[in-house]
């Protein structure tokens, strides 16, 4: 099977390794990963790498994301979600105007505190399993950014909310910040993945759609090339007298190429990210790989070429 990403829709009750675990074993393919973790009852967007499009599975996790979320507040617990054991409980004695203005003062660029129910390692440990053995350690705040907050709805206790955000952002941690801005305590009560990049959940498909589609020899149709995640930088394509030298990943300068010049400003991903990376492809189509310029230099910074 050739390497690709699906737009897999994660739905409830699956945690993200149940997912990768699925796939394997219906798609009959060993290397295979996910691109960020989901909690068990979220749903939505889970982009799954297969073959060598597993080197993205690190540059997916780090796109920014899309959320819808229900809000409940007068409700605290240890995992900052509906699912976990409630540590408060208050009245909501909060007028609409004040959820507004309370949720309006997280956009921007703000430091979040991980919860304990985490994936994230402290010295070797995941955070999680320090809590299931009853420990609460000190975590570092981050800087996450919320670009966007739109409130869809307000019918006290709830708030329903669409979260645009950077990598890194916990949405749990946002739904616990808020109930304790409001004084009344929240937690998260469903959550929803509208997008990883460039991946919608308007075109991600079920795990039972995929066994459908695979055993009727159709994968195709919905394995996205690997390249499609670099659809926003620069593209490149290498002299084929400079062939051997790509495909064992010497480095190569702008002579090599085709056109022998490349305006990597121009590209939004690389003003974004402060970087100048360009797509490589041989002169018949084939993606070679993920390249950094480094002054003169075309460095591989990673390879993905396959001769199926």
Known sequence: MKSGIINVYKEAGYTSFDVVAKLRGILHVKKIGHTGTLDPD????????????????????????????????????????????????????????????????????????????????????????????????????????????????????????????????????????????LGCFGCMESLVRNKVGDFDIENAIKIEEIEKIYNE??????????????????????????????LNGAKLGMSNLVDGRINFELHEENVKNNNNFLRLYLENGKFVGLYKRVKDNLILEKMFYEDI
Not at 45 to 73: E, F, H, M, R, W
Not at 222 to 245: E, H, Q, R, T
């Open 42 to 181: 979220a749903t939505g967007v889970l982009p799954i790498c297969i073959g060598k499009a597993t080197k993205v599975c690190d540059l997916l996790t780090n796109k920014d994301k899309s959320y819808t979320t229900t809000l409940l507040i007068g409700k605290s617990t240890d995992t900052y979600d509906i699912s976990g054991t409630v540590t408060n409980e208050s009245e909501v004695n909060v007028t609409e105007n004040e959820v507004i203005n309370a949720i309006n003062s997280f956009l921007g660029e703000i430091e979040q505190i991980p919860p304990m129910y985490s994936a994230i390692k402290i010295n070797g440990k995941k955070l999680y399993e320090l809590a299931r053995q009853g420990k609460v350690i000190d975590r570092q705040a981050r800087k996450v950014t919320i670009y966007n907050i739109e409130v869809i709805d307000i019918s006290l206790p709830r708030i329903i909310m669409r979260i645009d955000c950077s990598k890194g952002t916990y949405i749990r941690s946002l739904c616990n910040d808020i109930g304790e801005k």
């Open 217 to 246: 020899n159709n994968i195709d149709k919905v394995l996205l090339p690997v390249d499609y995640v670099f659809s926003s930088y620069p593209k490149g394509v290498i002299l084929d007298d400079s062939k051997k030298y790509a």
